[in-house]
């Protein structure tokens, strides 16, 4: 039974009394607890009939980890009092917000954020409304379909090993970068690190600034980012394997264009250094799953490409597939989580390491012309 219920009891109990024995002061509490029980179910109730709550949010597309202002706003509608407490549940929420009793309408700015990428469906948020005597509650859920809200992988910068190169770049980053660029696209601002061979001097000259030229990568040379998730032991591992090769593609892409094949794509999309092809290629990197039906990477359909090969593994391998090492005809990379042991890795990214592996074929070898003459063969890696 509630609150209101017993202090109706208590009320009528006093009035009782003060009748029975005349004693009038008794008359006052007993009709103002009756009174209170009875009006105070009654503005509740009539509350919760008025009341509403709408949630806004700024997008569809958010990236893990990154705050999303979202606007929560209580009306009371036509209601003539005011509001008893309110409280909002609201699924974004940490806690509970809670909001005094008054007022007519009240709008706030909560900042969230997502700490998994995927399809996340979000139940509208509910009310419960209180009277300050905390006599009285009652519950309100906002009808409605569900809000859908689509949370990306987030990437973060490689970290390459210390060791340098002749050129002065380090180890890693000569090993990710290793496509030949062939063609001048344009000039760019200077980057550290970048040879200066590929300095433009002109630039220089005439406009007091140091600029770098832009190379364009040949499609037969491009890096190629395998994603592998079968066999992730846990969530942590398949999301740190995402995060992985969402990084790699977009560092990639950026420095020429790159080729990403994921679990269930036939062939390996194309991503240019302009981008344009990003958006949707970080779509699919958000909704990647992984189950005892999830196929392997269709490496058949890679083709013949001379370009550096970033194997990202869910689960920890030591070595690369037979399937993708029969792929490889320039430089190689493993990416699993966390590290292996004794194994000193090129770089670090999003929670995984990078080990460099040992090519299947070189180019111009007689399993090249094989593949020349019958096309490559068909089938996921094993």
Known sequence: MSRAFWLLLLGLALTTIAGTFDLAPLYVPGV?????????????????????????????????????????????????????????EDPLLELPLRLPAGGRSRAFTVVARFPRRGRHRIAPPALVLRDPFELVRRAVRERGEDDELLVLPRTSAIAFARRREGDGRAAGAATLLGAAATDVDGIRRYREGTPAGRIHWPALAARQELMERRLRVTENVRPLVVLDVRGAPNRDALDAAVRAAASLTLALAREGGCGLLLPGERRPSTIGAELGAWPAAHVRLALVEAGESTPGPALGGVGLRRGPLLYVSARRLDRLPPAAQAIARGPASLVVPGRLQGRESLFAVAGCHGYAQASGRRPGSAADARVKANGPSAGGAR
């Open 32 to 88: 103002g607890f009756g009174a209170l029980a009875l009006l105070t179910p009654l503005w509740v109730e009539l509350a919760a009939r008025r009341v509403r709550v709408t949630r806004e949010l700024p997008a569809v597309r958010v990236v893990e980890q990154e705050p999303v202002e979202l606007r929560l706003r209580v009306s009371a509608g036509a209601l003539p009092l005011p509001l008893p407490a309110v409280t909002i």
